[in-house]
Each structure stands twice: as C-alpha cells, then as structure tokens.
C-alpha cells in the first residue's frame, strides 16, 4: 500500500559537524584559527582539514609526506581521539537540552527528533535549531552546521546544503528544489555501485530518482533503496532512535616513553602490546577492523607510519603481528631514537558484516579466533592480562618509564 505524506509532517534535525577534528583542535588551541591545519599525522594521511588547507586544494586521504613537500605552510597535527570523543559528547548534550530522543549517529553527526516541540518550547523548529547552534558556538568554540527535514534522509540533505556554519530547513513543498540540484551520489546511503546503475537509467540527481514510480523502484531496487525513495519523497520512514547501539569505528593505543629508544626489539614488541590490547577491545565489541596502522614517534617528534588495508579482517593479534613485523623496517631507522609507538584499527564492522558477502564471503574463521574468545573469558573470570602473546613479553621486561593512553572514537553505522 502506498504511504502518503501525513498532514503535519515529522521535523528530524541532523546536526554535522564542521572539519570537527579540526574544528576541536582550534577549540583546544584558538591560534590555530584561520591557518591551513590539518589532522592524521599520526596516521600518515589527512583525516580531517581546516576549510584554509581545503581551500589549497588538500583533500581527505592526501599522504602527509607529500603534504610536506607540496605545502610546506599547512600545519599538521596528530589526532587527539580523547578531546573528539569529550567534544562530541559536550555537543550532543546541547543538543539533549532541547530534544529528548537524540541519536548519535557518528562523532560528529547525530540526529534529533523535534517533531511537536515547538510548543512546550515555544520556538518555531528554526528557532530551536539556531539555538542549539548558538550554544555549541559560544560553549564549545565549535562550528557546525544543522539541517531540517521531514525525514531524517532528507534532514541530512538539508545540513550538507550550506557548510560551514549552515542552517538549512527543507519543508514538503521545497523538496524538489532541493533534490534537482543533489546530485545521487551525495545521498545518504547511495553508494558508489548504486549511483552508476541508476546513472545508466539517466537518474543523475536525487529528484530524477524521486520522480520514478513506485513499482519502477520495487522492480529494480532493494529495501533498503526503497526507504531511501520513500525518505526523499517525504515519507518518513526511518525512526530517530535514541537506543542505538553506539560502537566505534576506530580504536588506538599509544605509548609514551623515556628515555627515548632505537632498540627495535623492544619497539617491536610495543606494537605487539598495542595490537594485543586494541583487538581484546574491538573482540568486546564484536567487531573487525578493516584498516590497520602503526607509528613510531622520533625524539624529535617525528611520526612515521604506515597503514595496511587487511585482506581479510580479523581482530586477532597474530596475523596483525605477522603484518607489522613484515612493515616494520619501512619506518624503522637504526639511528633514530624513539619516544613512543602507536597503533590504530580502522574502519570497524561489525563481526557479522565480515562473514558475510561484502567480503566475498571467502573468510573462513581462523583459528585463533575460538582461542582468543577463551582467552578473553578467562580474563573476565581472573582480571585483565592474565595471557599475553610471547611476543608482546619483551614489552613487560624492559623497564622504561611512560605511560599509556587508549583512545576510542565513537561511531555508527549506517543501517
Ligand atoms: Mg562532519
């Protein structure tokens, strides 16, 4: 049965914000403001840019050697997961003063449900968004970007539409202005795959693909494209939902330590420690990176890194082990002393996802994967860090004095 727009149409904000990584290292350090600055030294790619440094023509993913040669006046900093995750949370909060049903979406992104509460707050729905704007502004020194929308697709249309520090409402009768002028591939949920199959049916924009008919949408597209078709014309589908199971989509693990070392043994056996430890942490989430990196950081603040996209994703140590010890000698030099090491898994799915087709559905479930579950119960039974791997041993015996930090990065995934 065909849905139709209900008279008096839901109001879904989705907040965004802006560069946040960025935008909370100016926060953190407001000299930084107006300079080309970008994050993900740590990492050896740019993970997020001041809209000075995009302005140069940087993006997203740049390899942070080559920024060095090409633009030497970019200020490049190592992520800070700890202060994202403690802004993220500040600004969610802001937004839970006006809203009760808040779903956090991603770090930087939630969205909220504002539908009827413009008259116990007695502020129109524009009101109400330029608020929560204005606080996290002058609270939290940090620039976002809202949108409005009847549903939550088309809310997340609306915060795209003017970035940086944009509010933008999308009501029922302007939707088509606004989706002849989206081009398909920016909607949410429409992949790369999806939009050059509907670009062959000449479906270009979000309004070309609004337009087709319902059965031409059930005949050639599944679900989850349907619930996209029904979003953009209006029709809300997809719920706020405040229990969402939050998880993360990247976990760290630095040390810091002194004095300063080029003992490769030892450095070595760090990043086993850090592997063994950030993969306990993702197991207790049930999830499995698909990217890993690792750094070392020279005495002198140097980072050198590398990352490696995982074949098959796993979140046992050993074969990651295996992997580091094979990349080792590309960041490691004999004569460099180092005063910390690090690694990072990225791109975390859940379990399930990694057993099933998006990755050809070849993986077979290693065999560590049923040890380390014993292991993981075991330590719940008598603490933490009863078991660790042999080559991790070499961490333990060499006295250094440092300190350890975890970092976790909240996120979402998408339906
Ligand atoms: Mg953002």
């Given at each position: 049965m065909k849905k139709t727009i209900p008279k008096r149409p839901r109001v879904i904000l989705h907040m965004d914000g802006d560069a946040f990584f960025v935008g909370v290292e100016i926060a953190k350090n407001p000299k930084l403001l107006g300079l080309p600055v970008v994050t993900g030294e740590e990492r050896g790619i740019v993970t997020a840019l001041s809209y000075e440094a995009k302005a140069m023509g940087i993006t997203r993913g740049f390899p942070i050697f080559k920024l060095k040669k090409e633009f030497p006046k970019v200020l490049i900093l190592p992520g800070d997961y700890k202060s994202y995750e403690e802004y993220s949370t500040k600004m969610f909060d802001i937004v839970r003063r006006y809203a009760d049903e808040v779903e956090e979406y991603?770090?930087?992104?939630?969205?909220?449900?504002?539908?009827?509460?413009?008259?116990?707050?007695?502020?129109?729905?524009?009101?109400?968004?330029?608020?929560?704007?204005?606080?996290?502004?002058?609270?939290?020194?940090?620039?976002?970007?809202?949108?409005?929308?009847?549903?939550?697709?088309?809310?997340?249309?609306?915060?795209?539409?003017?970035?940086?520090?944009?509010?933008?409402?999308?009501?029922?009768?302007?939707?088509?202005?606004?989706?002849?002028?989206?081009?398909?591939?920016?909607?949410?949920?429409?992949?790369?795959?999806?939009?050059?199959?509907?670009?062959?049916?000449?479906?270009?924009?979000?309004?070309?693909?609004?337009?087709?008919?319902?059965?031409?949408?059930?005949?050639?597209?599944?679900?989850?494209?349907?619930?996209?078709?029904?979003?953009?014309?209006?029709?809300?589908?997809?719920?706020?939902?405040?229990?969402?199971?939050?998880?993360?989509?990247?976990?760290?693990?630095?040390?810091?330590?002194?004095?300063?070392?080029?003992?490769?043994?030892?450095?070595?056996?760090?990043?086993?420690?850090?592997?063994?430890?950030?993969?306990?942490?993702?197991?207790?989430?049930?999830?499995?990176?698909?990217?890993?990196?690792?750094?070392?950081?020279?005495?002198?603040?140097?980072?050198?890194?590398?990352?490696?996209?995982?074949?098959?994703?796993?979140?046992?140590?050993?074969?990651?082990?295996?992997?580091?010890?094979?990349?080792?000698?590309?960041?490691?030099?004999?004569?460099?002393?180092?005063?910390?090491?690090?690694?990072?898994?990225y791109e975390l799915v859940p379990e399930e996802v990694k057993q099933g087709d998006l990755f050809g559905g070849m993986i077979t479930t290693n065999k560590f994967e049923t040890i380390h579950k014993q292991i993981d119960s075991l330590e719940k039974k008598f603490g933490k860090r009863v078991i660790h791997l042999a080559s991790s041993h070499n961490a333990k015996k060499i006295k250094t004095k440092g300190s350890d930090s975890e970092d976790l990065n909240r996120d979402l995934l998408f339906l």
């Open positions: 991603s770090i930087d992104e939630c969205f909220a449900e504002l539908t009827g509460l413009d008259k116990p707050l007695k502020m129109s729905y524009r009101e109400i968004a330029e608020r929560i704007k204005l606080e996290i502004n002058n609270e939290l020194k940090l620039s976002i970007s809202i949108g409005l929308g009847p549903t939550k697709c088309l809310s997340k249309v609306a915060s795209k539409w003017e970035k940086p520090d944009g509010l933008t409402v999308i009501e029922i009768p302007s939707i088509k202005d606004f989706l002849s002028k989206t081009p398909i591939e920016k909607i949410w949920g429409i992949g790369r795959r999806t939009s050059e199959f509907l670009k062959l049916w000449k479906i270009n924009t979000a309004g070309e693909f609004a337009d087709k008919s319902l059965p031409w949408i059930k005949g050639n597209l599944s679900k989850p494209y349907q619930v996209i078709w029904y979003e953009l014309n209006g029709v809300s589908i997809l719920k706020v939902d405040p229990e969402r199971k939050t998880t993360y989509s990247s976990v760290q693990k630095t040390r810091t330590f002194y004095p300063p070392t080029n003992d490769s043994v030892f450095l070595l056996s760090q990043i086993s420690k850090h592997l063994e430890e950030a993969c306990r942490k993702v197991r207790h989430y049930n999830l499995v990176p698909k990217k890993i990196s690792f750094f070392l950081k020279s005495q002198e603040f140097r980072y050198y890194s590398f990352e490696v996209v995982l074949e098959a994703p796993t979140n046992t140590p050993e074969g990651l082990i295996v992997l580091a010890r094979k990349y080792f000698n590309n960041i490691y030099r004999k004569n460099t002393f180092y005063r910390a090491t690090g690694v990072s898994l």
